[in-house]
């Protein structure tokens, strides 16, 4: 029966066709542990084997019986089942050990963020309370210039109606800064402040320059939650009777005033190239410029932080990006304190904010604005030379540093804008009732 089965096996088996005499035997005991692995000669090994009813022919049997009797097997072996969350047996080294809870500190002052679209956290969407009731229609028109950018996006990457298309998107802008209805709700649900909005236009080099600053200025104060529309925030009016009996009427910067910005620095900081104001006191408030009156604004051994160029009988020349300009006079041949502040300057190599105000007047006018008073870039001093020994009047010259857009003077990219025109014109008559 042996020599039957193992011709049988020799005749079906294809492992080893080469060697028809040997066979690879599995030798077990009782308990089915394996003993042996090896080839060995068939007439040899069956007849003087002890465990010859436990030798195992892999190739007498069919793949679905051995694939029976091994999960057989398997389920007459399996151990019983042990919950592997509160299981200390050393045999499951793979069970986690219980641990003791440990008590934690309450959480206090917990907000969410949405910042699912934007690199850049804004207050608002901080401080916005999404339950607040507001109108539809001031929604949609606030999400239309979203789609405005999108036609602009696509007109410059066909080349169909650019410029019409910028002028329209340029014009929402402008009126975008005299809205009276934005409030945190608006600006986080309308996403003007997330990657496709305003950073679409500021972030994109192909929109023309004057679009990105005044996307970017929008950006910078709604981010911010300055969203009051009018030209005087923050500015109050005092009115009384002085000493000599006689009726007063001045305007000064309102102490309480949340959002006063500092201006003692270098640079440009957080403003924008032609962001304009309608008087100075309002240049103060926004960081442009540090006095109410004066045009050099600086600090001991730090030199000048800005300047306004206003005329006021002094010989200055303005040529756009080169500046002949003038110090103060001083007494007994020494200088005033705003013209050292111009000479370390000088000496520093730091740049100062330059600002010119309609009242800049003569013969090289033309880059002032109509209006207020409006920021034009940073300049360098360059030089100087005393124009009077006995009032130590100095006069400097500043050149705009490279890298800047234009001077917005002229064009459509103008500042002041229409839109700030025509709301100049609805304080112009208190502005000149409280000079």
């Known amino acids: 029966m042996a020599a039957e089965s193992a011709s049988r096996f020799q005749a079906r088996s294809k492992s080893v066709p080469d060697v028809p005499d040997t066979v690879k035997l599995e030798l077990h005991h009782d308990d089915d542990t394996l003993l042996a692995l090896q080839d060995t000669p068939l007439q040899q090994s069956l007849p003087q084997h002890p465990n010859l009813h436990n030798l195992q022919y892999p190739g007498l049997k069919s793949a679905g019986k051995r694939k029976r009797d091994d999960t057989a097997d398997s389920k007459t072996d399996r151990p019983p089942a042990v919950d592997a969350r509160t299981s200390k047996s050393t045999s499951r080294p793979y069970a986690p050990p219980n641990r003791p809870r440990v008590q934690r500190a309450p959480i206090t002052n917990k907000f969410i963020v949405n910042t699912r679209m934007t690199s850049r956290p804004a207050e608002s969407y901080i401080e916005y309370n999404p339950l607040k009731m507001y109108k539809r229609s001031d929604l949609a028109t606030l999400v239309y210039t979203i789609d405005l950018v999108k036609q602009c996006i696509q007109a410059i990457k066909t080349g169909d109606d650019r410029e019409i298309k910028f002028s329209v998107l340029r014009r929402r802008l402008h009126q975008m800064e005299f809205y009276d209805f934005i409030e945190d709700i608006l600006v986080v649900k309308s996403k003007l402040l997330e990657d496709h909005g305003f950073p679409a236009i500021f972030d994109n080099l192909n929109f023309?320059?004057?679009?990105?600053?005044?996307?970017?200025?929008?950006?910078?104060?709604?981010?911010?939650?300055?969203?009051?529309?009018?030209?005087?925030?923050?500015?109050?009016?005092?009115?009384?009777?002085?000493?000599?009996?006689?009726?007063?009427?001045?305007?000064?910067?309102?102490?309480?005033?949340?959002?006063?910005?500092?201006?003692?620095?270098?640079?440009?900081?957080?403003?924008?190239?032609?962001?304009?104001?309608?008087?100075?006191?309002?240049?103060?408030?926004?960081?442009?410029?540090?006095?109410?009156?004066?045009?050099?604004?600086?600090?001991?051994?730090?030199?000048?932080?800005?300047?306004?160029?206003?005329?006021?009988?002094?010989?200055?020349?303005?040529?756009?990006?080169?500046?002949?300009?003038?110090?103060?006079?001083?007494?007994?041949?020494?200088?005033?304190?705003?013209?050292?502040?111009?000479?370390?300057?000088?000496?520093?190599?730091?740049?100062?904010?330059?600002?010119?105000?309609?009242?800049?007047?003569?013969?090289?006018?033309?880059?002032?604005?109509?209006?207020?008073?409006?920021?034009?870039?940073?300049?360098?001093?360059?030089?100087?030379?005393?124009?009077?020994?006995?009032?130590?009047?100095?006069?400097?010259?500043?050149?705009?540093?490279?890298?800047?857009?234009?001077?917005?003077?002229?064009?459509?990219?103008?500042?002041?804008?229409?839109?700030?025109?025509?709301?100049?014109?609805?304080?112009?008559?208190?502005?000149?009732?409280?000079?």
């Open 208 to 435: 023309p320059f004057d679009l990105r600053a005044d996307a970017l200025l929008l950006f910078k104060k709604w981010a911010t939650r300055q969203w009051d529309p009018d030209l005087l925030r923050g500015i109050v009016t005092k009115m009384g009777t002085n000493s000599r009996q006689k009726d007063f009427n001045t305007k000064a910067l309102d102490k309480h005033y949340p959002r006063k910005a500092p201006a003692n620095y270098h640079g440009e900081g957080e403003l924008v190239n032609g962001q304009w104001w309608p008087l100075q006191l309002c240049t103060i408030r926004d960081g442009a410029h540090g006095l109410a009156e004066g045009g050099i604004y600086g600090q001991l051994a730090k030199g000048a932080y800005s300047i306004i160029m206003s005329g006021g009988g002094y010989a200055d020349i303005d040529e756009g990006d080169i500046i002949q300009y003038c110090g103060t006079s001083g007494e007994e041949h020494k200088p005033t304190a705003f013209t050292e502040r111009m000479l370390e300057s000088s000496r520093l190599k730091n740049p100062v904010r330059v600002l010119r105000s309609a009242g800049l007047a003569g013969k090289h006018s033309q880059y002032r604005p109509a209006k207020g008073i409006r920021y034009d870039g940073t300049y360098n001093v360059t030089g100087y030379e005393l124009l009077n020994k006995g009032t130590s009047m100095y006069r400097f010259t500043l050149v705009r540093c490279p890298g800047q857009d234009p001077i917005r003077y002229q064009g459509a990219e103008v500042r002041p804008t229409e839109e700030e025109l025509r709301a100049y014109s609805k304080i112009e008559g208190y502005l000149k009732s409280s000079e």
